[in-house]
């Protein structure tokens, strides 16, 4: 038996003595979920979704539509250009066309110069404070990558406990994030990194800043 052999022999030995163990399972063949959650009622878990994204970085705001609309116009800080997705993938009817009416243009999907983009979300995690976003026609991923301000629009009728929920609700729709959308993340918090002389630098790889409005359902 040559070394090559040997070693496919000692590989193969090795592995018949392992378990196996299906994929998000443990040695009982049982579930475990990466964030363990008591039970929660819808307004518990809202307030668990705020906490952990106030805690990333990211700044929370619970308004109504004309609030919102408010609100956004101060965080454009006289800006008239925004990235944004379609109006009907927006939970703010016409927001485009206020935008508009207000002076502030729709700049074309991969205009990197603009500061700020706008963007509703598929889904909202509470267990990490993370949103999911899926890329589509009328929801360009330019619009939540390229600027330095990220505004999310999102109702709390879009929050789930965790992964692990969201991911069961994919498994009974037959996976549209992955079979439908062009892409799809999962947002957590602002853009940072501090894989350079442990320095933490914000933006490195996308906003800067992330802005979730929560509007009514």
């Known amino acids: 038996m040559n070394a090559r052999d040997r070693i496919l022999h000692r590989l193969r030995k090795a592995q018949a003595k392992s378990p196996s163990i299906a994929m998000g399972g443990d040695l ?3 579930r475990r979920r990466m964030i363990p959650l008591p039970e929660m009622d819808a307004e518990e878990r809202l307030a668990l979704f705020i906490s952990e994204a106030e805690q990333l970085g990211s700044f929370v705001y619970q308004l109504d539509a004309n609030e919102a609309v408010e609100q956004i116009m101060d965080l454009l800080e006289g800006d008239r250009r925004v990235l944004s997705w379609d109006d009907d993938q927006l939970p703010i009817a016409d927001l ?5 009416s207000l002076g502030v243009a729709i700049a074309a999907p991969a205009d990197g110069d603009v500061r700020v983009g706008i963007t509703g979300v598929t889904a909202a995690l509470a267990a990490t404070g993370s949103l999911v976003l899926e890329s589509g026609v009328g929801r360009p991923r330019g619009a939540s990558l390229l600027p330095d301000r990220h505004i999310a629009l999102m109702t709390a009728a879009q929050l789930h406990t965790d992964l692990e929920d969201w991911g069961a609700a994919q498994k009974a729709r037959g996976y549209p994030a992955f079979r439908e959308a062009s892409n799809t993340v999962i947002v957590t918090g602002p853009s940072k990194t501090a ?3 442990h320095q933490l630098v ?4 996308g906003p800067r800043e992330l802005h979730i409005l929560i509007l009514p359902d």
């Open 96 to 100: 485009r066309k206020m935008l508009d």
């Open 28 to 30: 009982g063949g049982g």
């Open 195 to 197: 894989d350079i002389g």
């Open 202 to 205: 914000k933006g490195a790889h």
